[in-house]
């Protein structure tokens, strides 16, 4: 993993130091409040429903046990006992007073971590698979690119007063697990036919109330030019992208209005000339990088405890059946831990939990931890004969819930409860949704599916990219929700259909009851996927269901749940 | 009167040609071997620019609110063009901006009196140091 050096610890110390001092200066008064939102939003402090709240960059999704130790620390100090992980690799932080907010970054600064561009319009958080550096179908590790890239964002001394947010995502697997196709610039990595290592540079990609699926803009960068190259797609968006609309500011609206033939002419002319402003330590950086982030040293244990394990205990075989997935190493594998106890706030951690991860990360896990995008927490290098022990620690603690994947991992804004935009509630429809169907025994029968719930418009929730998709409006002061099928977060991104008119916070969840039931009456095997038969039917099955009033199908739906609850424990039995 | 500050702080503006803007300045004979004064709002094209480099001697960009950020994309353009002479932000430029208009090529900043009283000296000179702990200018550096 990256370790600061004296440069990066002298920035971010004296980044803190300017903070405090704005903090002085806006109670003083030389600062307006209007000038210090620029400010106080590049070092993540927003203004809330209820108070301030601070979101901490946790880069590409990576930290150690020390750092995850400290955010458990920062959460008791400053907050109430708890953390928000959101769907951009960061933490939230809800109740801190604005006097704090230095101490804070202080006590982050003291660890390596900041909270600087987790807002703002700037360049945001770099964000990566969760997976990297782990997974078997990776054809390289995007995390040493990343830290690349957030070093030369940060403070970029031109793109810290864009015309809107910008956010950029890398991955380094043909399987995309960092939505790289809804980020202003999306990167993957690919290699040339002379099997030399360069990136496809994606832009204009973006969900919020225009959602768009970004367009390729090079299908093959050298690596060597990453950083001249992104710095003209940033250039062209600052002086181009509209700013008299802040709806319209975003670069996917840039290149729908230009066309990305002629962002691309630009860009490549611009590059020309920027590409003379490096002198290539920038590459030499890189290869340091790349040694910063080498696999561990793996232990090699015998894993026959395992597999004891494995047999003897149900639940545990639940849990490696549904949290875990397929090391490099094929002796260990990767924990996906679950912050989506049935029934409680996706994404949310104790302070508890957050020091339990820590201890395990450190005692079994090569000392490294991820953040997914989905909001759980990752161990990415765990043995197998490790895993057993890992599961009971989860478990005293609640964290061992086998869901990842299935109908309750749902990725949920912080919606009305939090948030000053937000025009509905989605955590208590998340919770709903999982207490629902946990009640109802059939969350093993469903299978992978994936429901993402925004709050309002701006689509923080991910719901264009569900595959039950949940968007919650404001209709004359009433919450209603409208639902749309079939979206993809993958490299096969896809923007979800929407299914007709929306429902009440009373009916949303009986209607999200009937789509399940209508998959499970009309998939073709129970190995086809929900997203799978969505795909071969489209959306009429689900529509005529939904909105055939509840007294004509109750008696059919009653009768299958009935057979289903008793199919699924028979298999219990076994 | 405006402020103009810099490395050194607040000072006085000395500058006495008159500002043209470029419309003017293409009516004045390209003979001439007069050196002007340039004003330009920050969507200036920089390449428009360029082929006048040798008859600018002060290039100022309007910074009509401090959260638009063209100038400093404008600046650091014109500067990779080749433009040597002298550049001039003016406007509404806060002192925690000072140090990305000078990474960016701006020798100096034009400030209204207001804003002067309002942000101190002491302020901006404490964003003077504009060299240190800045990623992009150690990533730009020779291997």
Redesign the interface.
């Known amino acids: 993993m990256y370790s600061y050096t004296e440069?990066d610890n002298?920035?971010n110390q004296?980044r803190v130091d300017?903070f405090r001092?704005?903090v002085t200066?806006r109670i003083d008064?030389?600062?307006t409040e209007d000038?210090f939102k620029?400010?106080r939003l590049m070092n993540g402090l927003y203004l809330q429903l209820h108070a301030y709240m601070l979101r901490v960059a946790i880069p590409y999704g990576t930290l150690n046990s020390q750092k995850m130790y400290q955010l458990a620390i920062i959460a008791d100090k400053y907050d109430r006992g708890y953390g928000h992980f959101t769907t951009r690799q960061n933490i939230q932080y809800n109740w801190p007073k604005l006097k704090d907010v230095p101490d804070i970054l202080q006590d982050l600064a003291n660890v390596e971590m900041h909270a600087v561009q987790t807002s703002g319009?700037c360049i945001r958080n770099v964000t990566a698979d969760h997976f990297a550096g782990a997974s078997t179908d990776e054809i390289e590790d995007p995390r040493p690119t990343a830290e690349l890239i957030r070093?030369?964002s940060?403070?970029?001394?031109?793109?810290?007063?864009?015309g809107r947010k910008f956010k950029i995502a890398i991955t380094g697997s043909p399987n995309d697990r960092a939505v790289t196709k809804a980020h202003d610039i999306g990167l993957r990595m690919v290699r040339n036919n002379k099997n030399e290592p360069g990136y496809e540079v994606i832009i204009g990609g973006g969900l919020g109330r225009t959602p768009m699926i970004g367009k390729v803009l090079r299908s093959f960068l050298p690596r060597k030019d990453i950083?001249p190259y992104l710095e003209s797609v940033m250039?062209i968006y600052?002086?181009l992208g509209r700013?008299d609309n802040k709806y319209k500011a975003r670069i996917k609206i840039t290149v729908h209005e230009h066309g990305i033939n002629k962002i691309c002419d630009l860009v490549e002319e611009r590059f020309i000339?920027?590409r003379?402003?490096?002198?290539?330590?920038?590459?030499?950086?890189l290869i340091k990088l790349e040694k910063a982030f080498a696999a561990p040293i793996y232990i090699n244990e015998p894993i026959d405890s395992y597999n004891k394990s494995y047999q003897s205990d149900p639940l545990f075989r639940s849990f490696v059946d549904t949290n875990l997935s397929e090391h490099k190493n094929l002796n260990y594998s990767i924990v996906s831990i679950s912050l989506k106890k049935h029934g409680q706030t996706p994404g949310d951690a104790t302070s508890q939990q957050m020091r339990m991860m820590a201890n395990l990360a450190k005692k079994y896990g090569h000392d490294e931890l991820r953040i997914s995008h989905e909001q759980n927490v990752i161990l990415p290098h765990v043995h197998k004969s490790n895993l057993y022990k890992v599961f009971n620690e989860l478990k005293s603690v609640e964290l061992a819930t086998a869901n990842i994947g299935l109908i309750s991992d749902i990725i949920a804004c912080p919606g009305m409860d939090y948030c000053a935009l937000a025009t509905a509630r989605s955590i208590p429809i998340a919770q709903q949704i999982a207490m629902r169907f946990n009640q109802l025994k059939l969350e093993n029968d469903i299978g992978e599916i994936k429901i993402k719930i925004s709050g309002c418009i701006n689509a923080c929730g991910h719901h264009h990219i569900g595959h039950i998709g949940i968007l919650g409006l404001d209709r004359a002061g009433v919450e209603n929700y409208q639902i749309t099928l079939g979206g993809n977060s993958t490299q096969n991104t896809v923007i979800g259909k929407s299914l007709g008119p929306g429902f009440s916070y009373t009916e949303i969840i009986p209607a999200i009851e009937k789509i399940i039931y209508t998959y499970l009456d009309i998939r073709s095997s129970n190995d086809e996927t929900f997203l799978e038969t969505f795909n071969r039917v489209g959306l009429t099955p689900f529509k005529k269901i939904v909105y055939t009033p509840s007294e004509i199908i109750n008696k059919s739906t009653a009768t299958f749940a009935n057979n289903n609850n008793e199919s699924f424990a028979s298999q219990e039995i076994k | 009167m405006n402020v103009i500050v810099t490395d050194n702080g607040f000072e006085s503006d000395t500058w006495s040609n008159i500002f043209l803007t470029l419309d003017k300045l293409l009516l004045i004979n390209p003979k001439s071997t007069n050196k002007f004064s340039l004003d330009v709002p920050n969507t200036t094209d920089p390449k428009e620019l360029a082929p006048l480099f040798a008859r600018i001697s002060l290039i100022r960009i309007a910074f009509l609110n401090s959260t638009d950020g063209r100038g400093f994309t404008l600046a650091s353009h014109l500067r990779l063009l080749g433009y040597k002479g002298r550049l001039r932000a003016q406007g509404h430029v806060l002192a925690d901006q000072y140090t990305m208009a000078r990474r960016c090529g701006y020798d100096e900043i034009e400030i209204s009196i207001e804003l002067a009283d309002r942000q101190p000296e002491k302020q901006w000179l404490s964003r003077s140091d504009w060299k240190s702990n800045c990623y992009i200018n150690q990533l730009k550096q020779l291997a």
């Open positions: 440069f002298n920035f004296n300017q001092s704005q200066r008064g030389s600062l000038e620029p400010l319009n070093q030369w940060t403070d970029h001394p031109e793109f810290s007063f864009l950083l250039q600052n002086m700013r000339i920027q003379s402003s490096f002198g290539g330590f920038d590459q030499k950086l």
